[in-house]
């Protein structure tokens, strides 16, 4: 009797649960399970009631250094080994546990419903797809750090997206995790990332019963193909990378007759909010927050954080929304971070508001929006947000490589200046010398 009691009050309790009136989530990705996380005071200050990661949740392969000469050679064109190599499952598992017995975080688990997918280095290797080996055991390894019930469907299925309706009827917010790894073909192959399954599992998703918000969660960008200004320099992956993928992305969305479906992401070690306004007919937003440990800003010395805030603000971009809630002039957030959706159920209309916050939790790039959602501004004729960074006017969408070109060139020709004037003071002095 008192077993079944629990049982109708364990049962109820998680129905009532479930219908809790969401309205702080926290996310965040990249987080370098050795290093010290000190980001887990202001999100946990926060107080979000649901807390996602979009992957890099720990580092888990192993990084040899750059070295171009020697034994083990990671670059140039006689480079003998990978830069990369994925770790044993011992390695991996001793890893999930640093990370899952960090204070912060496990105060965080203890507040917050705590969710997510993965990314390329806890997936198991830098840039991994569809080929990568050690996919199975890793996808069990990663669902049991986030506590997936052992009859979980996700154990059973080929990656691990997922799906999760917070709220009650008529005020749910949709949660979709995207699995970006598991079936992803090449780089450069314009060919899948999410696999048929998967998409055939997100058509009807997105086609399930209506919520007043649905997030779609990302490891890489969605909206933003920053690849496109900073080749051929450096490439980095998103969904731009594989322009049909994206565009059936898009109007699956559109065809759903969803509103306010949103995306965030994370991957790329900055900050930012962008929005495309002519995937579908409202703005669909794309907040990246990255990384929880992992930021550019980290791997230079401060005296230089200048140049890479100049360099920021000087790679063009058309999906960036400037305003003056940022930080920066960029728009871009180079240090530690996590990003925050608040839903003000109360106001009439319902308002949303979008940030991205440093680890003392103060917004360091912020929107406000509302549901429902003003229209696209192509609507208006303005073609804002609208068009994409490949169709950039050359010399600006370049800028970057012409610029580094430039500065190459310039400390060349100085250089030789200087090797020139050498040379010619040497000779000047040998021709004196044989005078005397
Ligand atoms: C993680 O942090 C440790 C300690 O700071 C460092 O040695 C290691 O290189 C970092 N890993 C990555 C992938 O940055
Ligand atoms: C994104 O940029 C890459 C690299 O320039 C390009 O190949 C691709 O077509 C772009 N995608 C979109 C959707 O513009």
Redesign the pocket.
């Given at each position: 009797m008192a077993l079944m009691w629990m049982l109708v009050l364990s049962l109820s309790f998680s129905v009532a649960a479930e219908e809790a009136l969401v309205s702080r989530i926290a996310f965040g990705s990249c987080a370098n399970q050795t290093s010290p996380q000190l980001v887990w005071d202001a999100i946990v200050n926060f107080k979000p009631q649901v807390f996602i990661w979009l992957g890099d949740n720990i580092y888990g392969d192993l990084r040899r250094p750059f070295k171009l000469f020697g034994k083990e050679r990671t670059i140039g064109p006689w480079k003998n080994v990978p830069r990369f190599v994925p770790s044993s499952e011992d390695e991996m598992l001793s890893k999930y546990k640093t990370a899952k017995t960090n204070p912060g975080y496990t105060q965080l688990r203890r507040i917050a419903k705590v969710i997510g997918t993965w990314n390329d280095h806890d997936y198991g290797l830098n840039d991994a797809g569809k080929e990568f080996q050690g996919k199975d055991t890793n996808q069990r390894l990663m669902l049991d750090f986030l506590d997936e019930p052992h009859d979980n469907p996700r154990r059973k299925q080929a990656g691990v997206y997922a799906s999760y309706t917070f709220g009650p009827e008529g005020r749910q917010i949709k949660v979709i995790l995207l699995d970006t790894r598991y079936h992803r073909d090449p780089l450069r192959s314009d060919g899948t990332i999410l696999g048929n399954a998967q998409w055939t599992w997100l058509r009807k998703e997105l086609n399930s019963p209506p919520s007043a918000i649905t997030i779609i969660a990302s490891s890489i960008q969605v909206v933003s193909?920053l690849?496109?200004c900073t080749?051929p320099l450096f490439?980095m992956e998103s969904w731009?990378?594989f322009?049909t993928e994206?565009k059936r992305l898009f109007s699956l969305i559109s065809n759903s007759k969803r509103d306010r479906v949103l995306f965030i992401s994370g991957d790329v070690h900055f900050g930012e909010i962008t929005r495309y306004d002519c995937g579908t007919g409202y703005p669909l937003y794309d907040i990246t927050s990255s990384g929880l440990t992992q930021a550019v800003e980290k791997v230079i010395p401060s005296f230089l954080h200048f140049v890479l805030r100049f360099l920021a603000w000087v790679t063009p971009t058309t999906m960036r929304v400037m305003n003056n809630n940022c930080k920066h002039r960029s728009c871009t957030y180079g240090q530690p971070n996590f990003g925050v959706i608040q839903v003000n159920w109360d106001a009439n209309p319902v308002e949303l508001s979008f940030e991205v916050r440093g680890v003392s939790g103060e917004a360091v790039s912020s929107v406000i929006t509302s549901l429902p959602e003003p229209e696209a501004s192509n609507r208006k004729g303005k073609q804002q947000y609208c068009s994409?960074?490949?169709d950039l006017p050359w010399l600006v969408r370049h800028r970057l490589a012409i610029l580094f070109s430039f500065s190459v060139a310039v400390a060349i020709v100085v250089q030789l200046g200087v090797l020139y004037m050498a040379i010619s003071v040497m000779v000047k002095c040998l021709r004196k010398c044989k005078l005397d």
């Open positions: 193909n690849s496109a080749g490439y731009g990378r322009p994206r994409l960074e490949v």
